[in-house]
């Protein structure tokens, strides 16, 4: 029997479930073959429904289940019944319910590169299996209950193995109570950011070039961002001047994100001068400097001062985003605000954080760094010496630590031009013009990090780069 | 050889090594030792330190590795040394520079309760093992980029199995184009409502009582929170009419958050019929509605109209909260904007994007449910049939589905009061009125949720909260 204004095959209903709808109890999967058939038009606005004695005689199936089946379709919308007249169908498609267009597309996973030579950290190296075991470990020894939401600021046994971990390897002043685990460095700049906007602060101090994460953090909290300029020997202290109500600073004191360069003493000091003076924060991000080839990287100022400045951190290079933990530092009198629930599940997985305290607890961190320390420097070397063979004529900057080099280019390059070129071929690159927040168009270079390019093609990826460079006329000769 | 100023034993100096100093190279060694000399006040500001050969001598060490140390110091401004002059301390400890009083206080992870009526999954049931399993697996089988930044909005792979899911188990109209993955329902309500702001929302209508976390995620992305009153039919949609210029409605359609029932077919009708004539948006909280115990739960309205409802879950209910993923089924033209780039991490973790998408095609998230359904389903019984003997005068709803009970309180009974009392007693509830937007004082109730009451400790639990009630007077009788 057919419904009326249908054409439906109704006793065929069940013979071609709804994706999804095969298995399950039989008044959810009619429903579900129902519904599909409304959905997909079969079954119009207004069509008739077989009465449910007849439908389940066709069907070969209960009438409680056809019953079943309606009344939940009723529920939904789908259809309406009224007692003495015939269920019917009361939804119609909307005119333009179609698949999304592009959905489909862009719905690859990102493909390795061939020359990956942007910020990151070396995915080989990360440590799966030590990783995985220090997750297994952590799943088996943890009380159940520590496994749910993860506690505001982070789980005090990481915070504690952090803190130590900073004291010793970065002369920080860290103690679980003034340390913060978030998801990331970004996410410790925001609740930082949030904690100063709700202290009355209105503006921070940013260098440019420097790390637009962060600027988008403290943006995001409702901060101004004031530009401040940086050159050889990091921050320029003295620009501080200009902006006598700023009472809040970023800076890469081991490094300056995009030159390479530490912060100069002389400066080091000035900042914390004017930070004790002013009353100011230092918002110190340290973000790559475990990895150091020329000498020991300079302890953080946080170890200085920890009233005065703020250190943020994260594995995020050290070890693998997928870890998904950084942390902030904070002068005590933030801590308070720093960790307040802002209606944000701000705090990485309660799994990864106690993974993270046993990898660290059993040494199998240090033994990643001194690891990446000697595979870093010796890459490092080798994309110093190939630049200097192949490209004589430019100035590199920052091979001293970190994880990237700075290729300045002559004045007049079109450095965005370069990476499309480069991107054609296989390669990635970080453009120093996308790291300003203020316009410097004379002054283009491009950012090589080699924590992520492959040791086998080191040399390869110079001799694309120098080829792209000739071509571009952006040659020094 | 002592250094003018000061007392310190030189020649000590390595002998007891700064916590965490006694490995390393020597000069890092002896710059952590002096550092740590100067940090609690032993070297006073001012000091000079020995000339570098003096202190090499005694030491037994290189005079390399002295002025390595000393220039370290000075880079990193401890020390000030000029040429022709002894090397002097420069740095002093600020005068409330004293370990955060509370710092070490509050520190413990949270413990468990004897008897946990709070609203939360099951942690017990928590299939810890197969989740690491799912976890190894990911790690084995993944290509080593893609554990790096997880991509915005979610893996492709685990959209494609959470879309499918849903469409299956909850009658959705999902899609892996539509559908984008966050670390949590609150996290999805963010960018959602962030969504919203970029489109010119400015406000989002909410049931009250209804989902403070919710409420927050809308608020901090500059919503401002238009109260709707509630039923036992769930939202009256009626109130809509109130509030003509509203374009966003938040509603918990399969179950209301508080009262616990469904909203009635004719609302359904109703609303979605609003979002089509004023253009309006439904945001649909299907937070618990896997676990159903009287019949299935309906159909989310999305699987309706995916151009007017956007649907919102997590697996924190279902699963654990440290699996860290949640996601929001957004109509296309939303879909860019919800996954826009704000500056913070919001997608879980890689790893556990692809553990869970391993979990689920493996069949283990099916089971879970299936054996988390008929568990909650017999401990819902327990629970309500001790009520029912403890406390035969009190109202009981919402025990159709979800994982919670509301009990209602005598007009004029102190929740607050009770929820103190019970916590002297190691038992945690819900308070209703917390839930309320608008407060409601003649109406108290308590939420017992039962997802993580230990099936042991059902009747002790109700006759704790009996006798708790009969003393502070909130007798029915």
């Given at each position: 029997v057919a419904g009326k204004q249908t054409n439906l095959a109704w006793e065929t209903l069940l013979d071609v479930p709804a994706p999804g709808t095969r298995r399950g109890p039989l008044p959810a999967r009619l429903a579900g073959a129902i519904r599909a058939a409304i959905r997909d038009g079969r079954l119009p606005h207004g069509a008739a429904l077989p009465p449910s004695r007849t439908l389940a005689a066709d069907l070969g199936v209960s009438r409680w289940t056809v019953t079943e089946a309606y009344g939940r379709l009723i529920t939904e919308g789908y259809l309406a019944g009224r007692t003495g007249s015939a269920t019917r169908v009361c939804w119609a498609p909307r005119p333009h319910e179609a698949p999304p267009r592009a959905a489909r597309t862009a719905e690859n996973a990102p493909r390795a590169v061939r020359y990956d030579l942007t910020y990151r950290s070396d995915q080989r190296a990360f440590p799966r299996r030590r990783w995985v075991e220090a997750i297994r470990a952590a799943a088996e020894t943890t009380p159940f209950d520590q496994l749910d939401y993860a506690q505001s600021g982070g789980h005090p046994r990481l915070r504690e193995i952090l803190a130590a971990h900073l004291n010793r390897s970065r002369g920080a002043a860290a103690e679980p109570g003034t340390l913060s685990v978030f998801s990331g460095a970004g996410q410790s700049m925001a609740q930082l950011s949030h904690a100063l906007r709700a202290g009355g602060h209105t503006a921070i101090g940013m260098e440019s070039p420097g790390s637009p994460r962060l600027w988008q953090a403290a943006q995001a909290a409702g901060l101004d961002l004031v530009p401040l300029p940086v050159d050889d020997d990091g921050l320029v202290v003295d620009a501080l001047r200009d902006h006598p109500g700023l009472r809040a600073v970023c800076v890469g004191a081991a490094r300056q994100v995009a030159l390479g360069c530490p912060l100069a003493p002389g400066r080091r000091a000035a900042l914390l001068d004017w930070a004790r003076r002013t009353g100011g924060l230092i918002v110190e991000?340290?973000?790559?400097?475990e990895f150091s080839y020329a000498g020991p990287v300079p302890a953080v100022i946080q170890g200085s001062d920890r009233d005065r400045v703020a250190l943020l951190g994260s594995m995020s290079r050290t070890l693998n985003p997928t870890v998904s933990i950084g942390w902030v530092v904070a002068p005590p009198r933030l801590v308070g605000e720093v960790r307040a629930d802002r209606g944000l599940p701000v705090s990485p997985p309660a799994l990864n954080q106690l993974a993270l305290a046993h990898f660290m607890e059993s040494g199998a961190y240090d033994r990643h760094l001194r690891a990446s320390r000697l595979r870093f420097r010796a890459r490092r070397a080798a994309l110093a010496g190939a630049l200097q063979r192949a490209l004589p004529g430019y100035r590199v900057r920052g091979a001293q630590a970190g994880l990237d080099l700075l290729l300045d280019l002559p004045a007049g390059t079109d450095a965005a031009a370069i990476i499309q070129q480069a991107e054609r071929r296989d390669m990635r690159l970080g453009n120093l013009d996308e790291l300003r927040l203020v316009p410097e168009p004379g002054a283009p270079g491009l950012l090589l990090g080699y924590g992520n390019l492959s040791d086998r093609v080191v040399d390869e990826a110079v001799a694309v780069l120098a080829d792209i460079l000739s071509q571009t006329g952006a040659s020094q000769h």
């Open positions: 991000d340290d973000y790559d400097s």
